[in-house]
C-alpha cells in the first residue's frame, strides 16, 4: 500500500487515467460511467426492498403464509441489509470498493435465483437474508466509488442521480412487480435480477477503478457485530410477536430488554476496540448524527406505510397486481423528478429546507393517507401518492450527502454502510412498528365490529384467524358462504383494516412531523472535497 489515497490495480497510482493499454484507459474509472455502472447494481438491491411488496399476496397466497411469514420476507432481508451494512462498508475501505462491489452483485443475483426456486416460507426467508448480507456488500462501496471517483462540485449531482436511482426503483417495484406478479408468477420478481446483475458484473469488471482508504481498518470487531445484530434481532422481534403475545407479556418486555442492553454494551464495546465496527467519534458531528436520525425516521414513515398500502389496493380495493403497481406511479414519477431537482437545490442553498420541507410534505403525505376510505377514488389516492414522492426526492439525496459529505475519507464505506443501514433499519422499524400498530388495532375492534354488525359470534380460535387475515385486508369468508352475509363479513373486514391502516398512517405522519425538526439540525458535509480530483471528468 503506498501512501496515495488510492490505489489502481491496473498499475497506475493516484487519481489518473490507468497506464494500461486499449479502450480501458479511456473507461476504467470514468467518472459518469462509474456512475452508470454502479447504478445498475444499486437498482437491484432498491427495487428488491419494495418489488416483493406487491407480490406478498401472491406468496401468501401460494405458500399458504401468515401475516407474521410476511412480515418475516420483508424483515428478514432489511435485517440482513442493515446489520451487515456497515462491516460491508469496513470491507470496502479495507479491500477495495471495487471487489467488494462485485462480489456482492454476483452473490444478489445468485440468491435471488435461488428464490424463485424455493417453494417454501423457510427457503424464502433464508435467501432472503443472503439476499440482503450481498446487498450489503455493494450498497456501501457504490456510494465509496462515488466519493472517490468525482470531484467535490460534482460530487452532489452525482449522489443527486443515485438517489434519484434509488427512489426510482424503491418506488417503481410495486410497478414492476405487478406487472410479473399478474403476466408471469411471484418468481419472476426475483428471476429478474439474475440478467440485471449479469449486466452489472460486465460493466464492473471493464469500468470499476478500484480505490481504497490510506488509513483502511486493519481488523474487524467481531464482538460488535455479534452485539448489534443481536440487539437489532431481539427489537424487532419483540414488535413483531408483541401483536400475539400481548404488549403486556412477559416475553414481549423481555425481548425490548434485551434488545435496550444489546444497544448499550454495543455502545460501551465501541469505546474500548481498537477499530470498532461504528467509530463512535464520526457522531461527533451533530450534521451527520442529524443525517442518519433523519433517514432512519423518513424509512420508517415510507417503507411502514408502504408495506399497507398494497394490501389496500389489491384486497380491499381489488386491484389486479398490475394496476396496484400503476397506482403508484404518481409516486415513483415524483421521485424520478425531484431527485436530480433536488440535488440542484441542494448544490445552491444547502440541504437544510429541502429536507425539512421534504418531510413536511411526507407528514402531510402520510396524513392524507390516513384518510382513505374503502371507496376512495383514484384521483385523491394519486394526489397524497405525488406528495408523497415529492416529499421522499430531497431526503434521499440530502440525508446522503450530509452524511457521506460529514465523514473523513478514510471512513467513506463507513459511511456508505452507515447511511444505508440508517434506511434499512428504519424500513425494518416501520414494518414492525406500524405491522404492530395495525394487528393491535384490528385486535381491538374485530370483535366489536362483527357483533354490531350482528354476524355470528366466533370462538377465540376463529377470531384470531380472522383477525390475521383482517390484517391484510382479507375477508375472512367461508367458502359456501351465502352472498348476503359474505357482503356482510367482507365490510366489515375492511372497514377493520380501514381503521388500523388509518392509525398506522398517523403514527408515520407523526414520525416524518419528528423529522420536519430533525432537518433543521443537518448542513452541508464539512469533509466533500476530500474525494475531489480523485478520477477524471
Same mark, same amino acid.
Given at each position: 500500500?503506498?501512501?496515495?489515497?488510492?490505489?489502481?490495480?491496473?498499475?497506475?497510482?493516484?487519481?489518473?487515467?490507468?497506464?494500461?493499454?486499449?479502450?480501458?484507459?479511456?473507461?476504467?474509472?470514468?467518472?459518469?460511467?462509474?456512475?452508470?455502472?454502479?447504478?445498475?447494481?444499486?437498482?437491484?438491491?432498491?427495487?428488491?426492498?419494495?418489488?416483493? +411488496?406487491?407480490? /406478498?399476496?401472491?406468496?401468501?397466497?401460494?405458500?399458504?403464509?401468515?401475516?407474521?411469514?410476511?412480515?418475516?420476507?420483508?424483515?428478514? @432481508?432489511?435485517?440482513?441489509?442493515?446489520?451487515?451494512?456497515?462491516?460491508?462498508?469496513?470491507?470496502?475501505?479495507?479491500?477495495?470498493?471495487?471487489?467488494?462491489?462485485?462480489?456482492?452483485?454476483?452473490?444478489?443475483? +445468485?440468491?435471488?435465483?435461488?428464490?424463485?426456486?424455493?417453494?417454501?416460507?423457510?427457503?424464502?426467508?433464508?435467501?432472503?437474508?443472503? !439476499?440482503?448480507?450481498?446487498?450489503?456488500?455493494?450498497?456501501? *462501496?457504490?456510494?465509496?466509488?462515488?466519493? #472517490?471517483?468525482?470531484?467535490?462540485?460534482?460530487?452532489?449531482?452525482?449522489?443527486?442521480? $443515485?438517489?434519484?436511482?434509488?427512489?426510482?426503483?424503491?418506488?417503481?417495484?410495486?410497478?414492476?412487480?405487478?406487472?410479473?406478479?399478474?403476466?408471469?408468477?411471484?418468481?419472476?420478481?426475483?428471476?429478474?435480477?439474475?440478467?440485471?446483475?449479469?449486466?452489472?458484473?460486465?460493466?464492473?469488471?471493464?469500468?470499476?477503478?478500484?480505490? &481504497?482508504?490510506? /488509513?483502511?481498518? &486493519?481488523?474487524?470487531?467481531?464482538?460488535?457485530?455479534?452485539?448489534?445484530?443481536?440487539?437489532?434481532?431481539?427489537?424487532?422481534?419483540?414488535?413483531?410477536?408483541?401483536?400475539?403475545?400481548?404488549?403486556?407479556?412477559?416475553?414481549?418486555?423481555?425481548?425490548?430488554?434485551? %434488545?435496550?442492553?444489546?444497544?448499550?454494551?454495543? #455502545?460501551? $464495546?465501541?469505546?474500548?476496540?481498537?477499530?470498532?465496527?461504528?467509530?463512535?467519534?464520526?457522531? &461527533?458531528?451533530?450534521?451527520?448524527?442529524?443525517?442518519?436520525?433523519?433517514?432512519?425516521?423518513? #424509512?420508517?414513515?415510507?417503507?411502514?406505510?408502504?408495506?399497507?398500502?398494497?394490501? @389496500?389496493? !389489491?384486497?380491499?380495493?381489488?386491484?389486479?397486481?398490475?394496476?396496484?403497481?400503476?397506482?403508484?406511479?404518481?409516486?415513483?414519477?415524483?421521485?424520478?423528478?425531484? =431527485?436530480?431537482? +433536488?440535488?440542484?437545490?441542494?448544490?445552491?442553498?444547502?440541504?437544510?429546507?429541502?429536507?425539512?420541507?421534504?418531510?413536511?410534505?411526507?407528514?402531510?403525505?402520510? @396524513?392524507?393517507?390516513?384518510?382513505?376510505?374503502?371507496?376512495?377514488?383514484?384521483?385523491?389516492?394519486?394526489?397524497?401518492?405525488?406528495?408523497?414522492?415529492?416529499?421522499?426526492?430531497?431526503?434521499?439525496?440530502?440525508?446522503?450527502?450530509?452524511?457521506?459529505?460529514? *465523514?473523513?475519507?478514510?471512513?467513506?464505506?463507513?459511511?456508505?454502510?452507515? !447511511?444505508?443501514?440508517?434506511?434499512?433499519?428504519?424500513?425494518?422499524?416501520?414494518?414492525?412498528?406500524?405491522?404492530?400498530?395495525?394487528?393491535?388495532?384490528?385486535? /381491538?375492534?374485530?370483535?366489536?365490529?362483527?357483533?354490531?354488525?350482528?354476524?355470528?359470534?366466533?370462538?377465540?380460535? !376463529?377470531?384470531?384467524? +380472522? %383477525?390475521?387475515?383482517?390484517?391484510?385486508?382479507?375477508?375472512?369468508?367461508?367458502?359456501?358462504?351465502?352472498?348476503?352475509?359474505?357482503?356482510?363479513?367482507?365490510?366489515?373486514?375492511?372497514?377493520?383494516?380501514?381503521?388500523?391502516? =388509518?392509525?398506522?398512517?398517523?403514527?408515520?405522519?407523526?414520525?416524518?412531523?419528528?423529522?420536519?425538526?430533525?432537518?433543521?439540525?443537518?448542513? &452541508?458535509?464539512?469533509?466533500?472535497?476530500?474525494?475531489?480530483?480523485?478520477?477524471?471528468?
Amino acid at each position: 500500500m503506498t501512501s496515495q489515497t488510492t490505489i489502481d490495480k491496473t498499475g497506475s497510482g493516484g487519481g489518473g487515467a490507468p497506464s494500461g493499454p486499449g479502450p480501458a484507459a479511456g473507461l476504467r474509472g470514468h467518472p459518469w460511467l462509474t456512475l452508470v455502472t454502479v447504478a445498475v447494481g444499486v437498482m437491484m438491491v432498491a427495487l428488491d426492498g419494495t418489488i416483493v +411488496a406487491i407480490a /406478498n399476496p401472491a406468496i401468501q397466497d401460494d405458500l399458504k403464509a401468515s401475516f407474521a411469514d410476511v412480515q418475516w420476507i420483508t424483515n428478514a @432481508y432489511f435485517l440482513a441489509l442493515a446489520v451487515s451494512l456497515i462491516t460491508a462498508g469496513k470491507l470496502g475501505d479495507r479491500f477495495g470498493h471495487r471487489q467488494t462491489f462485485l462480489i456482492g452483485v454476483v452473490g444478489f443475483a +445468485a440468491a435471488s435465483g435461488a428464490i424463485g426456486l424455493s417453494d417454501t416460507i423457510p427457503l424464502v426467508v433464508a435467501f432472503r437474508v443472503l !439476499q440482503g448480507l450481498f446487498g450489503a456488500l455493494l450498497m456501501p *462501496a457504490a456510494l465509496g466509488l462515488l466519493r #472517490a471517483t468525482f470531484p467535490a462540485e460534482k460530487l452532489n449531482m452525482a449522489i443527486g442521480i $443515485w438517489g434519484m436511482v434509488i427512489g426510482a426503483s424503491t418506488a417503481g417495484g410495486p410497478i414492476l412487480g405487478g406487472v410479473l406478479v399478474e403476466h408471469v408468477s411471484w418468481q419472476s420478481v426475483f428471476f429478474i435480477n439474475v440478467p440485471v446483475g449479469i449486466l452489472a458484473v460486465v460493466l464492473g469488471v471493464v469500468i470499476l477503478l478500484d480505490h &481504497r482508504a490510506e /488509513n483502511a481498518p &486493519r481488523s474487524f470487531d467481531i464482538l460488535g457485530i455479534a452485539l448489534l445484530s443481536a440487539a437489532m434481532f431481539c427489537l424487532v422481534w419483540a414488535l413483531i410477536k408483541a401483536p400475539e403475545w400481548g404488549w403486556g407479556d412477559g416475553k414481549t418486555w423481555l425481548f425490548v430488554v434485551a %434488545s435496550v442492553a444489546g444497544f448499550a454494551l454495543f #455502545a460501551f $464495546w465501541e469505546t474500548k476496540v481498537a477499530e470498532p465496527l461504528i467509530p463512535l467519534a464520526l457522531f &461527533r458531528s451533530v450534521p451527520l448524527s442529524a443525517g442518519v436520525v433523519l433517514m432512519v425516521l423518513m #424509512a420508517i414513515a415510507f417503507m411502514g406505510g408502504l408495506f399497507f398500502v398494497t394490501f @389496500y389496493l !389489491q384486497n380491499v380495493h381489488g386491484m389486479s397486481p398490475i394496476d396496484a403497481g400503476l397506482h403508484l406511479l404518481p409516486l415513483t414519477g415524483m421521485m424520478i423528478v425531484g =431527485s436530480p431537482l +433536488a440535488g440542484a437545490m441542494i448544490t445552491k442553498v444547502g440541504p437544510r429546507i429541502p429536507l425539512a420541507g421534504g418531510m413536511a410534505c411526507t407528514a402531510l403525505a402520510m @396524513y392524507g393517507m390516513s384518510t382513505l376510505e374503502t371507496d376512495t377514488g383514484s384521483g385523491v389516492m394519486s394526489l397524497w401518492f405525488a406528495l408523497l414522492g415529492l416529499g421522499l426526492a430531497p431526503v434521499m439525496v440530502g440525508a446522503t450527502e450530509v452524511i457521506v459529505g460529514n *465523514a473523513p475519507m478514510e471512513l467513506s464505506g463507513v459511511a456508505g454502510g452507515l !447511511q444505508q443501514a440508517a434506511m434499512q433499519i428504519g424500513g425494518s422499524l416501520g414494518t414492525a412498528v406500524l405491522g404492530a400498530v395495525m394487528a393491535s388495532k384490528v385486535d /381491538n375492534d374485530l370483535e366489536g365490529n362483527w357483533a354490531d354488525a350482528g354476524l355470528p359470534q366466533m370462538t377465540p380460535d !376463529q377470531l384470531g384467524q +380472522a %383477525s390475521e387475515a383482517v390484517q391484510v385486508g382479507v375477508a375472512p369468508v367461508a367458502e359456501g358462504t351465502p352472498e348476503q352475509l359474505a357482503t356482510k363479513i367482507t365490510d366489515v373486514a375492511h372497514d377493520t383494516f380501514i381503521s388500523g391502516m =388509518s392509525l398506522a398512517s398517523l403514527v408515520a405522519a407523526g414520525v416524518a412531523a419528528v423529522a420536519v425538526l430533525v432537518a433543521f439540525l443537518t448542513k &452541508r458535509g464539512e469533509n466533500a472535497e476530500a474525494g475531489a480530483g480523485v478520477g477524471h471528468i
